[in-house]
């Protein structure tokens, strides 16, 4: 059974920090591409961050470059997205996204499994 379960997420000030993890099974882990993904009320989902376990590959949104840092522990089968500088239009339920042929990490169509979410709540 496939399962990507996220956590981490909470509610920090601004200008805070929170790591968020996804932790995979069910599949090969090395062999997908890992996305984060976020939704805040009345808005479109937006891709944030996504990391190639294939090659390393890594992919920002322009929203985010500079202050959000995504890793993996191919040992843990976990992803992380480390996030500083937390603004109040951060705020969202982030998901992650396992994906085997990820040409653009964008595309939430292109992942083929999804975890359950986790709220992030930046105060101002």
């Known amino acids: 059974e496939v399962q990507l379960v996220e956590s981490g997420g909470g509610l920090v000030q601004t200008g805070g920090s929170l790591r968020l993890s996804c932790a995979a099974s069910?599949?090969?882990?090395?062999?997908?591409?890992i996305g984060w993904f976020r939704q805040a009320p009345g808005k479109e989902r937006e891709g944030v961050s996504c990391?190639?376990?294939?090659?390393?590959?890594?992919y920002y949104a322009d929203s985010v470059k500079g202050r959000f840092t995504i890793s993996s522990d191919n040992a843990k089968n976990t992803v992380y997205l480390q996030m500083n500088s937390l603004k109040p239009e951060d705020t969202a339920v982030y998901y992650c996204?396992?994906?085997?042929?990820?040409?653009?990490?964008?595309?939430?169509?292109?992942?083929?499994?999804w975890g359950q979410g986790t709220q992030v709540t930046v105060s101002s």
């Open positions: 996204a396992a994906g085997s042929m990820v040409v653009d990490p964008t595309r939430g169509y292109e992942y083929d499994y």
């Open positions: 069910g599949f090969t882990f090395d062999d997908y591409a």
């Open positions: 990391i190639n376990n294939s090659d390393g590959s890594t």
